[in-house]
């Protein structure tokens, strides 16, 4: 034991391991604010959303022809997994073109600070992971949406609601649209549990500072605090997904009312 203050060799490694385990709890913290959580929320929302929109309307009887031909091009993206995708893209747009940066989270060397040129940075280094996801999203999302529209359209409420004159419009938004989305909302809470496999591997290609780098860094490491950090995040991110989503079903179709 060291007395008047001596300093042993054993209380310095157990000092720079407190030091570590401060750090730790500092960036699960900054994941738990959503500093680094933005591939695994903000892109299978984002996906969601144009998926829905665009599988609604190609499969809706009185869209334009034209919309059909978006159908294959989205079969296609829901066969392609998101790190080959993410090859691709970083092959294509980040290697050959030069439009996007190759990796990294923002450009080396820069301090990270609240201001417009910084903003635009960490934009421009994380348009390319986000796209890859979303893209990957897109086509298995559009297919449940499509197949749940085809199912809408032959319900009896279909058939009053186009018997009561109503217009194309509202009979698609808040009848056929309505009702085919109830699935996709709750597939799109459950779904961020599965991006996150997604999200590190893509995370990985781009050497880009998200919460799927982050746990992959953890297990190279056997940083065990990190894993359960992070683990414990995204349970609790799904957990308040459903929690927030279960309100939301009397708002979509009213018979869910008690």
């Given at each position: 034991?060291?007395?008047?203050?001596?300093?042993?060799?054993?209380?310095?490694?157990?000092?720079?391991?407190?030091?570590?385990?401060?750090?730790?709890?500092?960036?699960?913290?900054?994941?738990?604010?959503?500093?680094?959580?933005?591939?695994?929320?903000?892109?299978?929302?984002?996906?969601?959303?144009?998926?829905?929109?665009?599988?609604?309307?190609?499969?809706?009887?009185?869209?334009?022809?034209?919309?059909?031909?978006?159908?294959?091009?989205?079969?296609?993206?829901?066969?392609?997994?998101?790190?080959?995708?993410?090859?691709?893209?970083?092959?294509?747009?980040?290697?050959?073109?030069?439009?996007?940066?190759?990796s990294?989270?923002?450009?080396?060397?820069?301090?990270?600070?609240?201001?417009?040129?910084?903003?635009?940075?960490?934009?421009?280094?994380?348009?390319?992971?986000?796209?890859?996801?979303?893209?990957?999203?897109?086509?298995?999302?559009?297919?449940?949406?499509?197949?749940?529209?085809v199912?809408?359209?032959?319900?009896?409420?279909?058939?009053?609601?186009?018997?009561?004159?109503?217009?194309?419009?509202?009979?698609f938004?808040?009848?056929?649209?309505?009702?085919?989305?109830?699935?996709?909302?709750?597939?799109?809470?459950?779904?961020?549990?599965?991006?996150?496999?997604?999200?590190?591997?893509?995370?990985?290609?781009?050497?880009?500072?998200g919460?799927?780098?982050?746990?992959?860094?953890?297990i190279?490491?056997?940083?065990?605090?990190?894993?359960?950090?992070?683990?414990?995040?995204?349970?609790?991110?799904?957990a308040?997904?459903?929690?927030?989503?279960?309100p939301?079903?009397?708002?979509?179709?009213?018979?869910?009312?008690?």
């Amino acid at each position: 034991m060291p007395q008047g203050g001596d300093l042993q060799v054993d209380d310095v490694g157990i000092l720079a391991r407190i030091d570590d385990l401060e750090k730790d709890v500092a960036t699960v913290r900054h994941v738990a604010l959503g500093e680094r959580a933005d591939l695994v929320i903000v892109a299978p929302a984002t996906a969601n959303t144009i998926a829905v929109s665009a599988a609604a309307m190609i499969a809706w009887p009185r869209s334009p022809k034209i919309l059909e031909w978006f159908l294959a091009p989205m079969l296609t993206l829901a066969a392609i997994p998101y790190y080959l995708l993410a090859l691709i893209l970083v092959y294509v747009f980040a290697f050959t073109l030069k439009w996007f940066p190759l990796s990294g989270g923002y450009q080396a060397g820069t301090l990270p600070q609240w201001s417009w040129s910084f903003v635009w940075d960490v934009i421009k280094h994380s348009i390319l992971p986000a796209l890859s996801i979303i893209l990957a999203a897109i086509g298995s999302w559009a297919i449940g949406i499509r197949a749940m529209m085809v199912t809408t359209s032959g319900e009896d409420y279909m058939t009053f609601a186009e018997a009561r004159g109503l217009k194309d419009k509202t009979i698609f938004s808040r009848y056929a649209l309505r009702n085919a989305m109830l699935p996709q909302v709750t597939a799109l809470a459950l779904s961020l549990g599965h991006v996150v496999s997604g999200a590190l591997i893509v995370e990985v290609v781009f050497t880009y500072p998200g919460v799927g780098s982050l746990l992959y860094n953890a297990i190279q490491t056997a940083d065990y605090f990190i894993i359960y950090g992070v683990v414990f995040m995204v349970i609790l991110t799904i957990a308040l997904a459903t929690l927030v989503v279960d309100p939301m079903y009397p708002l979509l179709d009213p018979r869910i009312r008690v």
